[in-house]
Structures are given as structure tokens and as C-alpha cells.
């Protein structure tokens, strides 16, 4: 089979393929150590559940290591780990991936295992009842027992008002418990199809073994009818939005969320260098206002979401004892007021840009974290390829860029706040 | 001559410059508990007349990140940068190693932020969990130390007592430098050569072991009381034995079916059969002392007392019966096939053989560990588990809210045979 496209990625080669089922197959040959990431990513995540059924695509991660036709419960993580694997998961807004690490030899039992669970799943009671209790005790240690996480979870419910950004990818209570198995397995039937999936194999491989092993197992799989997308565009926001508890917290904690692009836009570059020269290192402007000249917060951080749609650009900020969220607040907006006013000091975009793309370098390292960019780009930006636009975007990131992106999109009116402040003394 | 290892990978332009330590948080004495940390730390917050502000913006303008790491048996600072901007990374790196100023002010200044930084902390009902579960296991030993600091140490940490710190613990050959990634062993030895020449030598031994600590009897259960809590943080454990005793790698094994990988006794039980929690797992410590053994779950607060009943009684049962035949066969193929992950990047070799180096460990002893564990016969490990191991003597903490979980507790006769202690959770 030739290769629909290829992108050169430092001194190897990716190299895209697509069975006729329409399953995409990305092949990276590095043989810089004997082991395999072979990743299976689905077009599907929590933007494509609806209100009451919120957390399904999560739920979904945890069934599809169960059970199936051929397949006892059990056997899919206990044959991976006989010849040395390890499995994980992870689902967020765009997408759902599937990851093992395993050691090259063991190529043929992960495409025959993982071509078993995208079409042998079965879904009864015992599957889903014993997952949905871990899922329930998950979301306890992630949110319900997390100031960070509950914090995150009640900016995106309060910034977004249309669009499914608004719910946690891991649901709401109440829905988890509601979801129902006739759900799961509508679910399974619409989206996990190979025309909605790309494998993505990175590691010391045979390019042609490995795909034609890949065609036999995957080959018969029926492609879906996908359902056509079409989300609710999110109306600009036009007034501040707040929201306060009281948590078992010695010191406020508040997070701050405007809204921003998607990654495929080539603004989403500049909000990430925006991002570095708030929050990004020890000398950032907010660091060093708030940590190291007045001591008012323990730790900051900032960043822009790396969302298909528009997700928000955040402000993550640890009070100190005895001082209040709006002591932070205050320095946020006048560091954003001058930087879009006075833009950056000559030298710090150019800082700002080399730490992220150290960054970017380092988080290719690994096979695993070759295999990851090149899934996220192809799910989340629509083109493996598009995996080295960061760098090229940065480098294209200037002064002027800077302060038009403040001005644009980090205005006060556009900020929702939520903060959690110390429990009252009785 | 300064200890120089190198780790090559020429496929991406970055590398990462090692200053590792063979002192760490274990040396502190336990009333400067927390100095290692806190004079690492410090080292980058002056050096060579330059001010925090001015190396913070040495690192930005590199674009390169600075990573201060203390644990118990070293410490080590690293800086990741672009290859094209090596020598003035590794300039950075020797300023901060060798040439500290130790500002006054600036010390004052980390003591308030590592004050702050404890309230973080506590913020993670895992780390107060592992915190405590530290001092109840080895009170005064040197692996009783909190890393951190308590509030009652910090205000004791100062800029004097960093700068002594640094005379003692940065000396060849309680030094070695390592790099990782694009670039070959001459340009890592031009490096050292050119910008760590003046490392001072000492004749102290470094690495050295720690004596085994003083191990308790019976049960204690502590009860780490937060509010409004919904699910428990649980871990349970006691001092594991020596690496050199004749049985740890059996135990190593062994650990590993019981809690080391997904389809492991603990992840079996609690969560594919009961779903009693997200996560349920085992791990045996090894380093220059005795370490511990420790099983960790979480439960719903409803549910924790089912959950620790069952948890316990599959510890039991793991310590009298042992593992069974299929099991070890089952382990030794996953251990040996896995290891292939511990050398995958450069990153991960270097860190093997510095793991090795800080800990004392002979040079090949993490590297032979797929040999080590294909020569443990079931015998032995069995052997071991009913002679090491201690489950009538565990330390018990859970970080929970103490009122609403007691109760049960005292219902499914969990406080029989323990000891119990409430504490509150932001108290050391």
C-alpha cells in the first residue's frame, strides 16, 4: 500500500496510510530502543454527548477494557501484560485514545487485540455497573475531594452557556448513575468505527509487516454512517462572570478564563506565547508580580486549551495566607492592560518562544510522545502533518502579535472568575 | 577526577545537563529537617553576583527549563535546553552549583514561600497521606524526614545554614555531572572541564547507608481528619527490608503480583470485581537504607470501611499463603519484558544509572534486574513473604473526615486490634 502522505519528523519519516474501510494508519519508524506506542485515537469525546448523558465518552474508555466476544473480562489487560505491555487511556473534549507501550516484538497480539475490542465489545450489566462505580470513585479523587478540579470544572459550566465545553468530560453525578446500557451501546455502534479512528504505531517496526498485519485484523471491520456534527457556536461574552464557595482550603484559590481560539488557529500560537510571558517561567510577569515582588500567591500558571473549538485561555493563581483573590485579580488585569498597551520588553517573546519550543522537543522524546503528537494533530487539527505547525507559529509570533492578541481576546468583560475561599470559622 | 556519564540520542536538538548530589533530604539532622531542599532551592536564587532576577531571565532568554529535585538519598539539578545553546546552559548550570551567594533576603523570602507551599501541599489528600504515613513509619530515622520542611524547622532554615549545606555536600566526589540527549562524550567532558573546574574535593564518604530504623509492633491506625471529605485516601504499610537481605528481590516479584501491574491481586479485587475504587496498588521501596512497603486505594468515604476489611485480609492472606506458581511465572514475564521501558530514551538510561549511583547500589544492580528476577525461585519468595514481611504491624493512615468515617469503622471491628489516633490534617 503506498503512503496517502508523509511528513519528515527530524531524521525519520511519518508516513499516513488509509484502509479501505477508511481506518487511518500513521507509521513512525525509530528503532532508538526496542519497544512500540501503538495508540488508537477516536474522533469522539465529551463535545459529542448530550445534556443528561454527560460523561458517556468517559465511561466508554473504562468498557472498552472489559469484556468481549472473544475475550473473557480481564483477558485484554492480562494478555498485554504477559508479553511485557502497559494500557492506558485518556478521554477529553475532542477525543477518546487508547495507549499501549509494549516491547516491538509483541506487535501482532496488539493488532489483534485492539482490532478484537473496535468490534467484538460486549456491553451488559455486569460490564457497566462494576465500571460506573470506579467512574463515580474517579470523579470523587479528580473533583469532588480536588479544589483544582472542582475549581476547573465550575469555570468551564459558567464560560460556556451553549457549546459542550461546558460539561466535564467526566460527567456530572447524576448523569454517570443515569446512563443507561442501551446509551453505551448506541454509543459503541456510532462512534467507535474505523472510518472514526486512527492508529498511530511509533517505535522499532517493519513499515510493511506492520501494516499488513494491521490490514488482515482491521480490514473487515465495516465502516459507519457517522453522525454529522454540528455544535452550537458559543455567543461572545459580554460581561464579567463570578462565582464563590467556601472550601477546606487554608488560603483563596482562583482560576480565570477567557474565551480564546482553537488550536488550529493561528492565534492559538500567540495566546501560548501570551501564556509564557504571564505565567510560563520564574521571570513572567505574573510569577513575578505575585510570587517573588509581593508574595500575595504561592503559584500561577497560564495557559491556552488545546481544543478543536474555542476553548479558554486560563489563569491559575495559589493565594497566600491572609490575602484575598481579588489582591491577585487586580495585578492580572493591569499586567494585561500594560501588555497590550506597552507590549512585551525587547528580548521577552523571543524567551517565551524558546521555552515552549524546548517544550515541544522534549515531549517528542519518547515513542509514546512522538505517537501522541502526531494523534492529536491528526484528530484535533485534521492533519498529522499539521503536528510542526507549533514551531513554525511560534517563531512567526511577534511583539505586535502579542499586544493586537491581549486586546483582542483578554478583556476584562470577556473574564468568567471562580474562586474558593477558606471555610468560615463557626 | 569529577564523575561524568553520558546518555547520546542524536534525533532531536535538545539535551538535558545533570549537577546531581549524593546528599539529599535523609541527611538532614531532624532539627534543619527540610535543608537539603531548601539550599538547593536557594543556589538558584543567587550565584556568581548575579540576582534571582537576573538568572530567571538568563533562563528565559535560553529558553531553557531549570529543574531542582531533592529526595532522600540525593538531589539533583538539571537544565533542559535547545542543543545550539549548550555552553551557556551548562555556564548557568555550574554558576548556580558552584558559585552560590546565599542572599539573606532572598532566604527569607523562600522560607515564607515554602510556609505557602506546606498549605499547598495539604491541599492533596495523597501527599498528607504519604506525609504522615512517613513519620508514623520512621519517626527520627533519616527517611522520617519530610523533605519539605515542618513549620517548625523552616523558620530555623536559613541563608548560613544553606551556604554550610552547600561547603559539605558540593565536593567531588559527592558530585557528578550527567547529560542526556544531542550531544557525544567529549562535548560532555569539554563541558565539565571548561566550566566545573574549580569543584572543591572532600575526603567524606557520600552514598553511605542509612542503619535500619526501629520497627514498632502492633497495629496503628491514624485517622488524618479533613472536612468534607467524600472518598478516603488509604495507605498501609511498614518498613519493607533491606535490598541487600537475600529475600528482597522475591519480594520485589512478589509486590508486583500483588499490586504492581492492572490485572494485579489489589486491582482484581477492589476494582474490576467491587469497583471500591479508581485505583488500588503496591509498591516496594529501595534506596541507601530500608525503605518501605506500601498499598495504597482509594474509596468512597461509604465504602471505606469495606474496603480497608478487604484490603487487609488480601494482605494477610498474601503474607501466610504467598503467590502461586502461575502468578510468579505471570510476573517474571511482564517484569522482564517491561524493563525494555526503563532504557527507552536517554532520559530514562540516565536516570537508571543516577538512581543507582545516589542510592548506592552496585553499578549493574538495576541494570541485572531482569537477571535478578528469573533467578527467584517460588520457594524463596514464599519464604520471604512469611519471614519480612509484617502484616499484624501496620501503620495506617487515612486522610478522610474522622467523624463521619469512625463509626464505621468501630461497626466492621476495624479498631480492635489497632491502635487509633486522630489528627488533624494541617498539624506535622
Given at each position: 500500500?503506498?503512503?496517502?502522505?508523509?511528513?519528515?519528523?527530524?531524521?525519520?519519516?511519518?508516513?499516513?496510510?488509509?484502509?479501505?474501510?477508511?481506518?487511518?494508519?500513521?507509521?513512525?519508524?525509530?528503532?532508538?530502543?526496542?519497544?512500540?506506542?501503538?495508540?488508537?485515537?477516536?474522533?469522539?469525546?465529551?463535545?459529542?454527548?448530550?445534556?443528561?448523558?454527560?460523561?458517556?465518552?468517559?465511561?466508554?474508555?473504562?468498557?472498552?477494557?472489559?469484556?468481549?466476544?472473544?475475550?473473557?473480562?480481564?483477558?485484554?489487560?492480562?494478555?498485554?501484560?504477559?508479553?511485557?505491555?502497559?494500557?492506558?487511556?485518556?478521554?477529553?473534549?475532542?477525543?477518546?485514545?487508547?495507549?499501549?507501550?509494549?516491547?516491538?516484538?509483541?506487535?501482532?497480539?496488539?493488532?489483534?487485540?485492539?482490532?478484537?475490542?473496535?468490534?467484538?465489545?460486549?456491553?451488559?450489566?455486569?460490564?457497566?455497573?462494576?465500571?460506573?462505580?470506579?467512574?463515580?470513585?474517579?470523579?470523587?479523587?479528580?473533583?469532588?475531594?480536588?479544589?483544582?478540579?472542582?475549581?476547573?470544572?465550575?469555570?468551564?459550566?459558567?464560560?460556556?452557556?451553549?457549546?459542550?465545553?461546558?460539561?466535564?468530560?467526566?460527567?456530572?453525578?447524576?448523569?454517570?448513575?443515569?446512563?443507561?446500557?442501551?446509551?453505551?451501546?448506541?454509543?459503541?455502534?456510532?462512534?467507535?468505527?474505523?472510518?472514526?479512528?486512527?492508529?498511530?504505531?511509533?517505535?522499532?517496526?517493519?513499515?510493511?509487516?506492520?501494516?499488513?498485519?494491521?490490514?488482515?485484523?482491521?480490514?473487515?471491520?465495516?465502516?459507519?454512517?457517522?453522525?454529522?456534527?454540528?455544535?452550537?457556536?458559543?455567543?461572545?461574552?459580554?460581561?464579567?462572570?463570578?462565582?464563590?464557595?467556601?472550601?477546606?482550603?487554608?488560603?483563596?484559590?482562583?482560576?480565570?478564563?477567557?474565551?480564546?481560539?482553537?488550536?488550529?488557529?493561528?492565534?492559538?500560537?500567540?495566546?501560548?506565547?501570551?501564556?509564557?510571558?504571564?505565567?510560563?517561567?520564574?521571570?513572567?510577569?505574573?510569577?513575578?508580580?505575585?510570587?517573588?515582588?509581593?508574595?500575595?500567591?504561592?503559584?500561577?500558571?497560564?495557559?491556552?486549551?488545546?481544543?478543536?473549538?474555542?476553548?479558554?485561555?486560563?489563569?491559575?493563581?495559589?493565594?497566600?495566607?491572609?490575602?484575598?483573590?481579588?489582591?491577585?485579580?487586580?495585578?492580572?488585569?493591569?499586567?494585561?492592560?500594560?501588555?497590550?498597551?506597552?507590549?512585551?520588553?525587547?528580548?521577552?517573546?523571543?524567551?517565551?518562544?524558546?521555552?515552549?519550543?524546548?517544550?515541544?522537543?522534549?515531549?517528542?522524546?519518547?515513542?509514546?510522545?512522538?505517537?501522541?503528537?502526531?494523534?492529536?494533530?491528526?484528530?484535533?487539527?485534521?492533519?498529522?502533518?499539521?503536528?510542526?505547525?507549533?514551531?513554525?507559529?511560534?517563531?512567526?509570533?511577534?511583539?505586535?502579535?502579542?499586544?493586537?492578541?491581549?486586546?483582542?481576546?483578554?478583556?476584562?468583560?470577556?473574564?468568567?472568575?471562580?474562586?474558593?475561599?477558606?471555610?468560615?470559622?463557626? | 577526577m569529577t564523575e561524568v556519564l553520558?546518555?547520546?540520542?542524536?534525533?532531536?536538538?535538545?539535551?538535558?545537563?545533570?549537577a546531581a548530589l549524593r546528599t539529599g533530604?535523609?541527611d538532614?539532622?531532624?532539627?534543619?529537617?527540610?535543608?537539603?531542599?531548601?539550599?538547593?532551592?536557594?543556589?538558584?536564587?543567587?550565584?556568581?553576583?548575579?540576582?534571582?532576577?537576573?538568572?530567571?531571565?538568563?533562563?528565559?532568554?535560553?529558553?531553557?527549563?531549570?529543574?531542582?529535585?531533592?529526595?532522600?538519598d540525593g538531589a539533583?539539578?538539571?537544565?533542559?535546553?535547545?542543543?545550539?545553546?549548550?555552553?551557556?546552559?551548562?555556564?548557568?548550570?555550574?554558576?548556580?552549583l558552584l558559585?552560590?551567594?546565599?542572599?539573606?533576603?532572598?532566604?527569607?523570602?523562600?522560607?515564607?514561600?515554602?510556609?505557602?507551599?506546606?498549605?499547598?501541599?495539604?491541599?492533596?489528600?495523597?501527599?498528607?497521606?504519604?506525609?504522615?504515613?512517613?513519620?508514623?513509619?520512621?519517626?527520627?530515622?533519616?527517611?522520617?524526614?519530610?523533605?519539605?520542611?515542618?513549620?517548625?524547622?523552616?523558620?530555623?532554615?536559613?541563608?548560613?545554614?544553606?551556604?554550610?549545606?552547600?561547603d559539605r555536600a558540593v565536593r567531588a566526589p559527592g558530585v557528578l555531572f550527567a547529560?542526556?540527549?544531542?550531544?557525544?562524550?567529549?562535548?560532555?567532558?569539554?563541558?565539565v572541564?571548561?566550566?566545573a573546574?574549580?569543584l572543591r574535593e572532600s575526603d567524606a564518604s557520600y552514598s553511605t547507608?542509612?542503619?535500619?530504623?526501629?520497627?514498632?509492633?502492633?497495629?496503628?491506625?491514624?485517622?488524618?481528619?479533613?472536612?468534607?471529605?467524600?472518598?478516603?485516601?488509604?495507605?498501609?504499610?511498614?518498613?519493607?527490608?533491606?535490598?541487600?537481605?537475600?529475600?528482597?528481590?522475591?519480594?520485589?516479584?512478589?509486590?508486583?503480583?500483588?499490586?504492581?501491574?492492572?490485572?494485579?491481586?489489589?486491582?482484581?479485587?477492589?476494582?474490576?470485581?467491587?469497583?471500591?475504587?479508581?485505583?488500588?496498588?503496591?509498591?516496594?521501596?529501595?534506596?541507601r537504607?530500608?525503605?518501605?512497603?506500601?498499598?495504597?486505594?482509594?474509596?468512597?468515604?461509604?465504602?471505606?470501611?469495606?474496603?480497608?476489611?478487604?484490603?487487609?485480609?488480601?494482605?494477610?492472606?498474601?503474607?501466610?499463603?504467598?503467590?502461586?506458581?502461575?502468578?510468579?511465572?505471570?510476573?517474571?514475564?511482564?517484569?522482564?519484558?517491561?524493563?525494555?521501558?526503563?532504557?527507552?530514551?536517554?532520559?530514562?538510561?540516565?536516570?537508571?544509572?543516577l538512581?543507582s549511583e545516589l542510592?548506592g547500589?552496585?553499578p549493574?544492580?538495576?541494570?541485572?534486574?531482569?537477571?535478578?528476577?528469573?533467578?527467584?525461585?517460588?520457594?524463596?519468595?514464599?519464604?520471604?513473604?512469611?519471614?519480612?514481611?509484617?502484616?499484624?504491624?501496620?501503620?495506617?493512615?487515612?486522610?478522610?473526615?474522622?467523624?463521619?468515617?469512625?463509626?464505621?469503622?468501630?461497626?466492621?471491628?476495624?479498631?480492635?486490634?489497632?491502635?487509633?489516633?486522630?489528627?488533624?490534617?494541617?498539624?506535622?
Open positions: 500500500m503506498i503512503p496517502s502522505s508523509q511528513l519528515a519528523f527530524g531524521r525519520l519519516v511519518a508516513k499516513k496510510h488509509q484502509l479501505d474501510n477508511g481506518l487511518s494508519v500513521i507509521l513512525l519508524r525509530d528503532a532508538s530502543a526496542p519497544v512500540l506506542a501503538y495508540q488508537t485515537w477516536f474522533r469522539v469525546g465529551s463535545r459529542n454527548e448530550v445534556k443528561g448523558r454527560t460523561g458517556i465518552a468517559h465511561l466508554f474508555e473504562h468498557l472498552m477494557f472489559n469484556q468481549t466476544m472473544n475475550l473473557p473480562p480481564g483477558e485484554f489487560d492480562r494478555r498485554i501484560e504477559s508479553v511485557g505491555g502497559e494500557t492506558n487511556a485518556g478521554t477529553w473534549v475532542d477525543w477518546t485514545y487508547y495507549v499501549t507501550n509494549a516491547p516491538s516484538g509483541a506487535l501482532h497480539t496488539l493488532v489483534e487485540l485492539e482490532a478484537e475490542r473496535m468490534q467484538h465489545l460486549l456491553l451488559g450489566d455486569e460490564q457497566v455497573e462494576s465500571e460506573r462505580e470506579v467512574v463515580m470513585n474517579e470523579r470523587r479523587f479528580r473533583v469532588d475531594d480536588s479544589v483544582d478540579g472542582m475549581l476547573n470544572e465550575a469555570l468551564y459550566q459558567r464560560a460556556f452557556t451553549r457549546h459542550p465545553y461546558q460539561w466535564p468530560t467526566i460527567g456530572w453525578m447524576p448523569d454517570i448513575e443515569a446512563i443507561t446500557i442501551e446509551d453505551c451501546r448506541a454509543f459503541y455502534r456510532t462512534y467507535y468505527a474505523p472510518n472514526n479512528a486512527t492508529l498511530v504505531i511509533v517505535g522499532d517496526l517493519d513499515e510493511d509487516a506492520t501494516l499488513a498485519a494491521v490490514q488482515a485484523a482491521y480490514g473487515p471491520i465495516a465502516r459507519q454512517v457517522l453522525p454529522t456534527e454540528q455544535l452550537p457556536t458559543e455567543p461572545p461574552q459580554l460581561a464579567q462572570r463570578r462565582w464563590e464557595v467556601h472550601k477546606a482550603v487554608p488560603a483563596d484559590r482562583v482560576q480565570l478564563g477567557w474565551p480564546a481560539v482553537g488550536e488550529g488557529d493561528v492565534d492559538h500560537a500567540t495566546l501560548d506565547v501570551v501564556a509564557e510571558l504571564m505565567g510560563g517561567g520564574n521571570a513572567s510577569r505574573l510569577y513575578r508580580a505575585l510570587v517573588v515582588e509581593r508574595e500575595l500567591a504561592s503559584s500561577v500558571q497560564a495557559s491556552v486549551a488545546p481544543f478543536r473549538d474555542p476553548g479558554l485561555f486560563e489563569i491559575s493563581i495559589a493565594l497566600t495566607r491572609g490575602h484575598r483573590s481579588e489582591e491577585a485579580e487586580v495585578f492580572v488585569d493591569a499586567l494585561l492592560q500594560t501588555l497590550a498597551k506597552d507590549g512585551p520588553r525587547p528580548g521577552e517573546v523571543d524567551g517565551a518562544r524558546a521555552r515552549l519550543l524546548t517544550r515541544f522537543w522534549t515531549g517528542l522524546r519518547p515513542q509514546s510522545g512522538k505517537a501522541e503528537g502526531l494523534g492529536h494533530a491528526e484528530v484535533t487539527l485534521g492533519d498529522y502533518r499539521r503536528l510542526f505547525e507549533a514551531p513554525q507559529r511560534y517563531a512567526a509570533v511577534d511583539a505586535e502579535a502579542v499586544q493586537r492578541a491581549v486586546a483582542k481576546y483578554l478583556q476584562p468583560e470577556r473574564c468568567t472568575t471562580v474562586v474558593a475561599r477558606p471555610l468560615e470559622k463557626p | 553520558v546518555e547520546e540520542n542524536h534525533d532531536l536538538p535538545i539535551v538535558r545537563l545533570t533530604g535523609a538532614d539532622v531532624p532539627e534543619l529537617d527540610g535543608l537539603a531542599s531548601f539550599a538547593t532551592e536557594l543556589m538558584a536564587r543567587g550565584a556568581a553576583g548575579r540576582s534571582r532576577m537576573a538568572i530567571d531571565e538568563a533562563l528565559d532568554a535560553l529558553g531553557a527549563q531549570l529543574t531542582i529535585h531533592t529526595h532522600h539533583q539539578i538539571e537544565i533542559t535546553a535547545l542543543r545550539d545553546r549548550l555552553d551557556e546552559s551548562m555556564a548557568l548550570l555550574c554558576d548556580l558559585r552560590p551567594d546565599f542572599p539573606v533576603d532572598e532566604a527569607d523570602k523562600l522560607r515564607r514561600e515554602q510556609l505557602a507551599h506546606l498549605d499547598e501541599l495539604r491541599e492533596e489528600d495523597s501527599l498528607v497521606a504519604g506525609r504522615f504515613l512517613s513519620s508514623r513509619l520512621f519517626g527520627e530515622h533519616p527517611y522520617g524526614r519530610t523533605l519539605t520542611g515542618t513549620e517548625a524547622t523552616l523558620p530555623r532554615l536559613t541563608a548560613e545554614a544553606g551556604r554550610a549545606w552547600h547529560f542526556a540527549g544531542d550531544l557525544d562524550t567529549d562535548a560532555a567532558r569539554r563541558l572541564a571548561t566550566y573546574a574549580d547507608p542509612y542503619a535500619a530504623p526501629t520497627v514498632r509492633t502492633g497495629t496503628r491506625i491514624t485517622l488524618v481528619d479533613k472536612p468534607e471529605r467524600t472518598q478516603s485516601q488509604i495507605l498501609l504499610g511498614h518498613v519493607a527490608p533491606d535490598w541487600r537481605d537475600p529475600g528482597f528481590d522475591g519480594l520485589l516479584v512478589a509486590t508486583h503480583v500483588l499490586g504492581g501491574t492492572f490485572t494485579s491481586r489489589l486491582m482484581d479485587e477492589v476494582r474490576a470485581k467491587r469497583g471500591l475504587s479508581y485505583g488500588a496498588g503496591a509498591r516496594l521501596g529501595q534506596g537504607g530500608a525503605k518501605a512497603f506500601v498499598i495504597n486505594v482509594f474509596p468512597s468515604l461509604e465504602q471505606t470501611a469495606e474496603t480497608l476489611a478487604l484490603v487487609r485480609q488480601l494482605y494477610n492472606d498474601f503474607c501466610k499463603r504467598g503467590i502461586t506458581r502461575d502468578e510468579l511465572e505471570f510476573a517474571r514475564a511482564n517484569l522482564r519484558e517491561s524493563f525494555a521501558f526503563n532504557l527507552a530514551t536517554p532520559e530514562d538510561r540516565l536516570d537508571v544509572r538512581t542510592a547500589f552496585p549493574d544492580h538495576l541494570a541485572r534486574f531482569p537477571e535478578r528476577v528469573a533467578a527467584v525461585s517460588l520457594e524463596v519468595i514464599n519464604e520471604a513473604l512469611q519471614r519480612l514481611m509484617r502484616p499484624d504491624d501496620l501503620e495506617i493512615v487515612i486522610v478522610t473526615t474522622a467523624d463521619e468515617l469512625r463509626p464505621a469503622l468501630e461497626a466492621a471491628g476495624l479498631l480492635e486490634d489497632a491502635t487509633v489516633e486522630v489528627v488533624p490534617y494541617d498539624h506535622d
